[in-house]
Every structure is written in structure tokens, then in C-alpha cells.
């Protein structure tokens, strides 16, 4: 890439129209030493290097298993005994493994908010130093866990880049208000579902409310309500694999503008 388009791309996003694929805010340097990361083997443009699956050691808890991949969910059996799965949300990329995982274990619980979109859960609640912090927005079940001052945030806060609002069980007055919770717990660490784990969760909630209000100022200023045309318009820059996704995420925009003028 040449420098006149780094520059150009550093400048859109400063003000933060461009679709956002770097950190958001500063990297974490070093993991908490209770926490060990796995990477799950499924990478691919909705979820960036692969599902993070996190591993607190001293709580022998799980926080989303991702795929049903043999070798990853044999890799967490290993940091056994566990005595309980969580999940952030009841998206594929995070709870596909999660029977297998319990299997694997010994018949361990698997706890979500919706058991409906996790099979074989009961409901989430505190636990052992493990707080759940509700955060729909994402989806309609996503919560996030706040353990010791980190917070693990699923896919309400990524390491990199930002997230769908996915319309019609996302919701985004939701998700801004989710990010106004995040926001509050201060400069902590945030331990994301996808991508490397940041040091601010303050910084990153406030830049996702930036980037979320002016990709609503852009919608707006598209004068469409049809969501098809007014991504080719904002999200020109943007990989068309991500498209349908961009597209969930202008629904969800259209809807939010609806209801606040
Ligand atoms: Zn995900």
C-alpha cells in the first residue's frame, strides 16, 4: 500500500467512517496470569483469526467453546477439571462445541443466558467471582462475564475491527446501551471473542458508540430506506464478503432511526 492510501486511511479513520479492521483501541500486553487463551482452527471474515476460547484456570471455567472441532475442544479437555462451560452468546462460532466440550468433560454444565439458542444449557447467573453482566445488542442473549476488574465481552467488543448489530435479534438501541454499561467499568482490560485482548474497555465501548453514530449520520444522509442500496453507498470500502453482514447491520439502523428521529 502506498503511502498517500495509509495516509488516506488513517485520516477516514479518524473520523471514523471507514470500516474499521485494526485495534480500536490499545492492545493488552500481557494476559492475566489466571487466563489462558485458545484460538479456535475457524477463521474466516465474520470471525476474524478464529473463536477465542478463554480458559480461567483458577475457576476451572470455559467461556465459549466455539466450533465443533475435535482437536480444539480436545486441546481445552486438557486444562480439565473444569466444572463449567459459559457462553457469551448462542452464535454457532462460539457454542457449536459446547455439548462436546461437556461430554468431553464428564457431563459438565453449559450455562448461557437463552438456553433456547444454546441446546442442552440451563441459565447463566454469578458465580464463584464471575459476574454476568447482560449486554444485548450483538444479539438479543449476549452477555458479558466480569471477573477480577477484565471483561470478557464476546462479540460486543472485538480485538479488532467492529460488530454486526444482528438485525432482527439485534438490536441497536440495545447494543448503545450495552456499550454505555461496558463503558462505565472503567479502563479495564477486555478479553474479546474474536481478535487480540485490549487494554481499555472504556476507550474501546466509546470509539464502537463513534463509529456506530456516524455510520447512523451516514445512513441517514443516504436519504434510502432500502438497506441493499445503502450499503453499496456506505460500505463501498468494504469487502463484499462482509456485505450481508453490513446489511443485517443498516436494518438494524433503519429500524433504530425509526423509532428515534
Ligand atoms: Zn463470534
Known amino acids: 500500500m502506498t503511502e498517500i492510501r495509509l495516509a488516506e486511511k488513517r485520516r477516514t479513520i479518524h473520523v471514523m467512517v471507514a470500516h474499521v479492521t485494526a485495534p480500536t483501541a490499545a492492545l ?3 494476559l492475566p496470569a489466571w487466563v489462558t487463551l485458545l484460538r479456535a482452527p475457524n477463521p474466516g471474515p ?6 477465542n476460547t478463554w480458559i480461567l484456570r483458577d475457576h476451572g471455567v470455559v467461556i465459549d ?7 480444539h475442544l480436545a486441546a481445552i479437555a486438557e486444562y480439565a477439571p473444569i466444572r463449567r462451560i459459559l457462553v457469551t452468546h448462542g452464535h454457532f462460532d462460539h457454542v457449536e462445541g459446547a455439548a462436546r466440550l461437556s461430554e468431553l468433560l464428564g457431563g459438565v454444565p453449559v450455562a448461557a443466558a437463552d438456553p433456547a439458542h444454546c441446546i442442552d444449557s440451563e441459565p447463566v447467573h454469578d458465580d464463584n467471582g464471575i459476574q454476568v453482566l447482560a449486554v444485548p445488542g450483538h444479539t438479543s442473549d449476549s452477555v458479558a462475564f466480569v471477573v477480577d476488574d477484565v471483561v470478557f465481552t464476546g462479540d460486543t467488543i472485538l480485538g479488532r475491527g467492529t460488530t454486526v448489530v444482528a438485525w432482527p435479534d439485534g438490536n441497536l438501541g440495545d447494543y448503545l446501551a450495552s456499550l454505555e454499561k461496558l463503558e462505565a467499568l472503567g479502563k479495564v482490560p477486555v478479553l474479546p471473542g474474536h481478535g487480540p485482548a485490549l487494554a481499555d474497555c472504556a476507550a474501546a465501548a466509546r470509539f464502537y458508540r463513534d463509529h456506530r453514530l456516524a455510520r447512523l449520520d451516514q445512513v441517514r444522509a443516504t436519504g434510502s430506506r432500502d438497506a ?3 450499503v453499496e453507498i456506505v460500505y463501498a470500502d468494504v469487502d463484499r464478503a462482509l456485505w450481508p453482514a453490513a446489511e443485517a447491520s443498516v436494518r438494524a439502523q433503519l429500524a433504530y432511526l425509526e423509532l428515534t428521529p
Open 28 to 30: 493488552l500486553d500481557v
Open 46 to 51: 465474520m470471525t476474524l483469526d478464529g473463536t
Open 65 to 71: 467453546p466455539g466450533p465443533l472441532d475435535e482437536g
Open 228 to 230: 441493499q442500496r445503502i
